[in-house]
């Protein structure tokens, strides 16, 4: 059937544009220049009458000569075009020429397009996903077979502190804080195994005190550590973190994720549109469900759907926190100001988020009197927003503002 349509519609367009091509004129009548000719004749010979009858005067006579010799001529340059126009071949061209594009369409489509393709009906494109579904490679597999990627540029003195709080790890391996940062800094290294490996270790301490973000994290180093494939294992950690928090938006992120890399946009749809409807516009995860869910909205069947209108959210503390700085010892205030500088830069690298935050923390880390580990967080910054030179403006300006440029 879809043969016989598509060869339908080129017959149909061949022929619209053939046909003006070939149509011409009947051979047998005169062209409308030739009728001119006799009556501007006809016209000559009644102003030779008019003089003999003596109806006008010669110079009147020799006027109206001279006009109508003039339409004489051009009338007759006239039907010598359109007599030209008659034998030229330039419509039997064009029709060859069609002919030929045509032909090199075909020939072109049968070379490099898939005419054998069979039809894919919805059924058997759920069958397929399913397919690619069951027969994930294993989270070794996948590790076995993930791209290697080049260290980020850190400075000697990182280095030296990462190894003393790898020392300290091995050394007191029940310590949950010192699993956070081990995972946390291993991630932001690169040695993307070994950050999964702290993770798990940390998730197995808290046990039933684990999390739905502890368990969400997991699932996203282990599916960083596959290469961005979402393993049974991740899927196991998401399936743990949306059980504990059904809200979770890291958590429903990856799991919409999971039904897009097997075929299932139909069901990723509507994860990712709750997600985005309910996530402000700095979430990690925002950009990328507001530029992809109006296609997925497509295949979903919804192609009337909008994104919500962004909502703009910073974190930072709130009101009771505020109120409780105000019986607090200088000290104090300094401990719990570190406290969400520490917060702030932990989830920044574990989950990512808007140039807005990096800025504040650049800006924060400074004011505390980290200025090295400011310059640390701005090189790191730089990195991942290279991509998107606007996004670097509110970060450099925070750089130039703290005096780190």
Known sequence: MFWIICAGLVAITATAIAAPLLRRRDLGSQPAAAYDLRIYRDQLREVERDLERRLIEPAEAERLRAEIGRKVLTADRALQRETADRRTPGGRVAVAVLALILLGGAALYARIGAPNLPDQPIAKRIALAQQTYDNRPSQSEAEAAAPKRPPPETDAEYRRLIEQLRMAVANNPDDPQGQTLLA???????????????????????????????????????????????????????????????????????????????????????IWAGLLAESPDNAPWTATLREATPDLAWF???????????????????????????????????????????????????????????????????????????????????TRFAATPEALAPIEAAAQQSGLQ
């Open 184 to 270: 946390m800094h291993e991630q932001r290294l690169g040695n993307l195994l070994a950050a999964k490996q702290a993770q798990a270790r940390l998730v197995a301490l808290k046990g039933d005190q684990a999390s739905a973000a502890d368990h969400a994290q997991l699932a996203q180093l282990t599916i960083e550590a596959a290469g961005g494939l979402i393993t049974r294992d991740a899927e196991a950690e998401l399936a743990r973190a949306l059980t504990l928090d059904p809200r979770d938006g890291h958590a429903r992120y990856l799991e919409g994720l999971l039904q897009i890399q097997n075929g299932r946009l139909d069901r990723a749809f509507p």
């Open 300 to 382: 979903a069947g919804q192609p009337d759907y909008t994104p919500p209108e962004p909502r703009r959210s910073l974190p930072g503390p709130d009101a009771d926190a505020m109120a409780a700085a105000q019986d607090m010892t200088p000290q104090q205030r300094e401990d719990m100001v570190q406290g969400m500088v520490k917060g702030l830069e932990e989830r920044l690298a574990t989950q990512g988020g808007a140039p807005e935050e990096w800025a504040r923390l650049i800006s924060a880390l400074v004011v505390i009197g980290q200025k090295d580990h400011a310059q640390t967080i701005l090189a790191e910054a730089r």
